[in-house]
């Protein structure tokens, strides 16, 4: 599962990932949540960074709603299912990001961390994209592919995204479907960190620097949405 990511500086995306393109300057993130527009790259581009709204919507839908429950596809059944069966094929993008929350304790108080890896790097993805619309008023949107969590997420939830290694990301965005699915594995658990975080931002509105901020001391103030 991911429902929250960071995305705090998009410039150092092309500095870690100098085959793509960021033709112009996007804003810092802190506490990206679904429907926001996300930045990627698609399989089928030419390696130019574009926006896509996080959710993804079939071309079927009726609206744009649909999407809010399409924020993550389970890996194991990308092929079997309609919804992402085109896309696998065809639509794949890498979404990049600094960091995702999680979520631990009881439904009242739960408290949020965010994930990293290695030093804190900006990384990728495994997600799908889409076309919803006409073409005057298209929407591109996408979904987070997920898989079972390594050793440090297992005790947050029983999903984590599939983070894509260096190695994995020509296979998920140009290589056949089997290539593709056999990179969608747990992150190495030894080369991520995880740091508890201010519940302020439980609020999807609190898009600021504190939300990526370890806490150091006792927060009394619990907000959630």
């Known amino acids: ?25 996007w804003p810092r993130r802190y506490n990206i949540a679904p429907t926001d527009d996300v930045l990627a790259v698609r399989g089928d581009g030419d ?6 709204r996080w959710g993804l919507v079939p071309p079927w839908a009726k609206d744009l ?5 399409l924020i993550n596809a389970r890996a194991e059944t990308l092929a079997e299912k309609p919804v992402f069966r085109a896309a696998l094929q065809s639509r794949r993008c890498a979404i990049f990001a600094d960091g995702f929350f999680e979520w631990t304790g ?4 739960r408290t949020p961390y965010r994930f990293t890896v290695e030093d804190g790097r900006v990384f990728a993805f495994a997600g799908l994209w889409e076309r919803w619309g006409p073409r005057d008023a298209r929407v591109e949107s996408c979904t987070i592919v997920t898989c079972a969590p390594n050793a440090l997420l297992t005790a947050f939830h029983d999903r984590m995204p599939v983070i894509l290694t260096d190695d994995a990301l020509d296979p998920w965005l140009h290589g056949e479907v089997a290539d593709a699915l056999a990179v969608t594995v747990p992150y190495d658990a030894a080369r991520m960190r995880s740091a508890e975080v201010t519940p302020a931002m439980n609020r ?19 907000l959630f949405e």
């Open 65 to 69: 709603s649909a999407g809010q429950k």
């Open 204 to 222: 999807t509105s609190f898009d600021d620097p504190r939300a990526i901020e370890p806490v150091t001391g006792p927060v009394s103030v619990r």
């Open 47 to 52: 390696g130019e960074i574009v926006p896509l």
């Open 106 to 109: 009881p439904k009242t108080q």
């Open 1 to 25: 599962m991911c429902a929250r990511f960071s995305l705090a500086d998009p410039t150092r995306i092309p500095e870690r990932y100098p085959q793509f393109k960021l033709r112009r300057m």
